[in-house]
């Protein structure tokens, strides 16, 4: 799994927020102040009419396990449950419960773009029919100053279907519809064994360590280390002792660092068998009559798919071109941030997958701290393209309309829901500037898409070598320069004397 933040480049698929049931609040009211261009604080005020209906809701929560005389448990009225608990112990329960909302709603009121960590500094308990200040203290996304955006030219590879691809798809396919065949000779890599082993440690025999019919395949490192290598040459009704080395790592702790022994008896040697690549095999695995209409088939399919991916990457070489021309101030602390939260999202889709995240680092040879910082170039990267974005469609004054976010909202192919209905929720959470914010910088990298001009990537990759005067020169003779091919100060002002003199 490859950890990468593209952040708001062009063609990235849209996020839609996700609104869920949560308890209605009112808006939340904000002021900004800027502490530098990286970082703000806002001021944020929840109305008394918020905190009374907060305050009942967590007083009745608390009433449910309060028994008073005169009332059935979860019956107690919320006033006479803040009487007997106490105004400020029910109100730390409202807060606990409504802060990360209240935070939610300052946040999308403001409008900024938070990264990382907040500093959040809560007011006094107010009294009845006051309202609640608190303050939110985060890194934002920096401004881009702007350079040349519009009409840039980009390197724009044409798309092909790389040599032998159609071939490896084939053998693909074969590999996937292949029939192990016992064979009579000695095991190579390739082969499939079958097999019973035993494993023991200082000659006791450990959980696990055992197995009756196991199929493995050799060459695949599917095993412990020096399992499968000991038993190549091996043949059918062989009995091997193979000594391995438990990696200091492994799971099992009480293993880790030992040296097993594992006896293997070999049951039967198996070799894959692959299907002929011809008519009968295409008639009966696809869609066509003949090998030929296959391959035909699946040449237009690479052929899309690298059409596809060309387009991707001269995307976002426009994007990161403009990028390049920006001037945009990056604290150190804020990419730090960002790529933490790269890395979160990560674990949240390897924990999707099933896996713990600890186990995938501990797979990896890598610790959680190593892993972000591996994600950092790629935040940063994210990072000043959003900052780009931003810039760009707050020059051009880029607006959304309702029939954008309708569009947008729309549900994939063969999914039930209506936009309106969405819509007219995400407004209600005060969610519905996340969505605008999307479709904003998706329509600024539209822009600048839209408005500059490929070049062959032989024409770019020549003009990376170009030098000018004003550069330092390139090492070697293969150097390149435009107007003229003199870079000698003296020669041009001889040049300059010359012109006067006429």
Request: proline share 6%; aromatic share 4%; charged share 35%.
């Amino acid at each position: 799994m490859v950890v990468r933040d593209r952040g708001y480049w062009a063609g990235r698929a849209l996020r839609l927020p996700s609104p869920g049931s949560r308890p209605k609040l009112s808006p939340v009211n904000t002021t900004v102040e800027n502490i530098n261009p990286s970082r703000v604080k806002i001021n944020a005020e929840v109305g008394a009419e918020d905190i009374a209906s907060q305050l009942d809701r967590a007083a009745r929560e608390l009433g449910r396990e309060l028994k008073l005389p005169g009332f059935r448990k979860g019956k107690v009225p919320a006033q006479l449950v803040i009487q007997r608990v106490g105004r400020e112990a029910v109100f730390e329960q409202a807060l606990r419960e409504s802060l990360p909302q209240w935070y939610e709603r300052a946040i999308l009121s403001s409008g900024v773009s938070p990264v990382g960590e907040p500093q959040l500094d809560v007011s006094d308990l107010p009294s009845e029919g006051e309202s609640l200040n608190f303050s939110i203290e985060i890194s934002v996304r920096p401004p881009a100053d702007l350079g040349s955006y519009k009409g840039i030219e980009v390197g724009r590879a044409e798309p092909e279907v790389p040599e032998g691809a159609v071939d490896a798809e084939l053998d693909r396919m074969r590999e996937s519809l292949a029939s192990l065949s016992p064979v009579e000779r000695t095991a190579a890599n390739g082969d499939h064994l079958l097999i019973d082993f035993t494993g023991s440690v200082g000659g006791e025999e450990f959980e696990g360590g055992e197995a009756t019919d196991y199929l493995l395949e050799l060459g695949t490192n599917s095993l412990i280390d020096g399992f499968e290598e000991g038993l190549l040459g091996a043949a059918a009704g062989d009995d091997r002792e193979v000594g391995v080395t438990f990696p200091e790592d492994y799971h099992a702790e009480h293993l880790a660092g030992s040296d097993a022994v594992f006896s293997v008896s070999v049951k039967e040697v198996r070799e894959k068998q692959l299907p002929e690549a011809d008519d009968d095999f295409a008639a009966d695995n696809s869609e066509f009559d003949t090998l030929e209409e296959l391959r035909a088939d699946i040449e237009h399919k690479i052929l899309h798919a690298q059409e596809h991916r060309v387009e991707d990457e001269y995307r976002e070489a426009v994007l990161d071109a403009v990028v390049a021309d920006s001037k945009i101030e990056l604290p150190e602390a804020i990419v730090d941030a960002r790529a933490e939260e790269v890395w979160e999202r990560i674990e949240r889709q390897i924990k999707g997958s099933g896996m713990e995240p600890e186990m995938y680092l501990q797979m990896q040879g890598k610790t959680r701290e190593e892993a972000i910082a591996e994600a950092k170039p790629d935040a940063e990267q994210g990072l000043r393209r959003e900052a780009v974005l931003e810039a760009v469609a707050e020059t051009e004054a880029i607006e959304v309309s309702e029939e954008e976010m309708l569009e947008a909202l729309e549900p994939p192919a063969g999914q039930k829901g209506k936009p309106e209905k969405l819509l007219k929720r995400l407004r209600g959470e005060g969610r519905d500037a996340l969505l605008v914010e999307e479709i904003r910088l998706r329509k600024a990298a539209d822009l600048l898409i839209e408005s500059a001009t490929p070049i062959t990537v032989a024409q770019a990759e020549a003009r990376e070598q170009i030098w000018t005067p004003d550069d330092d020169k390139p090492e070697g003779s293969g150097e390149l320069w435009t107007p003229g091919d003199s870079g000698d100060d003296d020669s041009d002002e001889g040049a300059r004397e010359s012109g006067e003199e006429e």
